[in-house]
């Protein structure tokens, strides 16, 4: 598909309508292409597809969509790539489409920011069960009916924690003063932990703060993102140990 192509298809299927939610599709199979574009468009989506990371790249930076959806396997720029680029300048919303039997893949995705990922071959419904949830935690606070504007951080519970300070409607986080950027993931696992210090949440707690859909993920999805988490925080102080690993029971957040 040339780009030529993709652009005609992104603009029949957004059809203009000014309030759709756009997915982004990266994948080099025209007929996962297809499949998803019909899919999603079926539930009120505007879709826009790429057969390849290269020829999304640009597109994506310029033009952000709502949600991004990457194969891994692909010509020029695999996804890997793709998304180690993105992460450079943007925390769009991003699954990953991964082979059943390359967990090394699932768990590279998730370390360099994926909020989520899929194994191939993969159910559309839970594809789209999972589009769902990620874009309705991403979403932003809407003004209210008389037209005022969203109500301010210290009304929709600013956590405040030691160096933490998290700002979960403008879903801004800062460490002793420096910004450090989250995907949606990310920051509702942190928020998870960061809510009540000291205790402990179970792996499973912790996927049901970030997948509240009763969707199911595994044990090395949470630990991927916690990885993410402290990688994150020790690159603006070197030495951040607020997350604790306590083996066997889960995590802890520590405001000492």
Not at 24 to 34: E, G, Q
Not at 112 to 132: C, E, N, T, V
Not at 202 to 208: G, I, K
Request: proline share 5%; aromatic share 6%; charged share 25%.
């Amino acid at each position: 598909m040339t780009q030529t192509d993709q652009d005609d298809a992104a603009v029949k299927a957004e059809g203009g309508a000014e309030n759709q939610r756009v997915i982004a599709l990266v994948d080099d199979d025209r007929n996962i292409l297809t499949t998803l574009s019909i899919a999603l468009q079926a539930e009120g989506y505007a879709t826009r597809v790429y057969s390849d990371g290269e020829a999304a790249l640009a597109a994506l930076q310029s033009n952000p969509p709502d949600l991004a959806v990457f194969d891994i396997k692909m010509p020029r720029m695999d996804g890997m790539e793709l998304l180690q680029r993105l992460r450079a300048t943007s925390d769009l919303p991003v699954i990953f489409l991964t082979s059943k039997d390359q967990e090394e893949d699932e768990e590279a995705g998730l370390a360099m920011g994926a909020d989520d990922y899929i194994a191939k071959p993969f159910s559309q419904r839970l594809l789209l069960a999972r589009i769902r949830t990620i874009l309705r935690r991403a979403a932003p606070l809407e003004p209210t009916a008389d037209g005022a504007p969203a109500p301010a951080a210290s009304d929709t519970g600013m956590i405040v924690r030691g160096r933490l300070c998290m700002d979960p409607a403008r879903h801004q986080v800062t460490w002793g003063g420096d910004n450090v950027s989250l995907t949606v993931t990310e920051f509702l696992i942190l928020e998870a932990l960061a809510q009540r210090p000291g205790v402990i949440k179970s792996r499973n707690q912790l996927m049901d703060a970030a997948y509240p859909d009763d969707v199911f993920v595994d044990d090395r999805t949470v630990d991927s993102h916690i990885k993410r988490l402290r990688r994150k925080f020790r690159a603006v102080d070197g030495e951040f140990g607020a997350i604790e690993t306590l083996y066997g029971a889960g995590y802890s957040f520590s405001d000492g």
